[in-house]
């Protein structure tokens, strides 16, 4: 009897780690989102620039592949 309740206990505990994971990545992510809002903002016109013409040859390469 004993092993099976050590078990039941360590499941539980185990379920509960990754569901404060999940939010403790979540709530990095909206910070990490803000961040780089605040960094775009900062950022000069030619690192938007270099950033759109990188994305625009992105679908270039789909579009031969």
């Known amino acids: 009897v004993p092993p099976i309740s ?4 360590e499941k539980p505990v185990i379920k509960d780690e990754p569901k404060r994971e999940k939010e403790a990545s979540k709530k990095i992510k909206k910070k990490s989102k803000k961040r780089s809002k605040s ?7 030619e690192d938007t620039v270099a950033k759109d ?3 625009s040859q992105i679908p270039k390469t789909d579009i031969i592949s």
């Open 39 to 45: 960094k775009k903002s900062k950022k000069t016109v």
């Open 6 to 9: 050590e078990a039941a206990v």
């Open 53 to 55: 013409a990188a994305s």
